[in-house]
């Protein structure tokens, strides 16, 4: 569509299931945290992790098939460069207790102290990102 819709589309999906994730499961929707529960703690009472995980996988795939320009980019950086970005998201997750998605989204939406200082560092830490990348 353009670059204010898609966006604007997403993120009101993203409320939307967010919003029922916590009124039917009384579950955040943080996104490694639920991912984090599928590698450790394989059980039945996980299949919410499961459906969860899983409407990210086909979601994303609908989209491509809509729309593949939508994932039409270049990753500039080496595959060690892309390593050490990735350790140091997952220890800043970890560090921060949650991630983009459980901090800046519901986080934010429950008025968390904790999670507008967690979503003010991701979005420092990466401006300083493409400031020092000149991405």
């Not at 670059?3 to 999906?13: E, H, Q, V, Y």
């Not at 491509?64 to 990735?86: C, D, H, T, V, W």
């Not at 939406?109 to 200082?117: D, E, G, I, N, W």
Request: glycine share 14%; hydrophobic share 50%; proline share 2%.
């Amino acid at each position: 569509m353009n670059n204010f819709i898609d966006p604007l589309i997403g993120g009101i999906i993203i409320g939307i299931a967010a919003s029922l994730l916590l009124l039917l499961r009384g579950k955040i929707l943080g996104v490694t945290g639920i991912l984090d529960g599928v590698l450790t703690k394989i059980s039945k009472l996980n299949y919410w992790r499961y459906s969860v995980l899983l409407g990210i996988l086909l979601g994303s795939a609908l989209v491509y098939r809509i729309n593949p320009q939508m994932f039409a980019y270049e990753i500039k950086g080496s595959l060690l460069e892309m390593i050490i970005a990735g350790l140091l998201v997952g220890f800043g997750t970890r560090l921060g207790s949650g991630c983009t998605s459980g901090h800046g989204i519901c986080g934010l939406a429950r008025f968390s102290p904790r999670s507008l200082v967690a979503t003010l560092t991701f979005i420092v830490f990466g401006i300083m990102t493409v400031y020092i990348r000149g991405v």
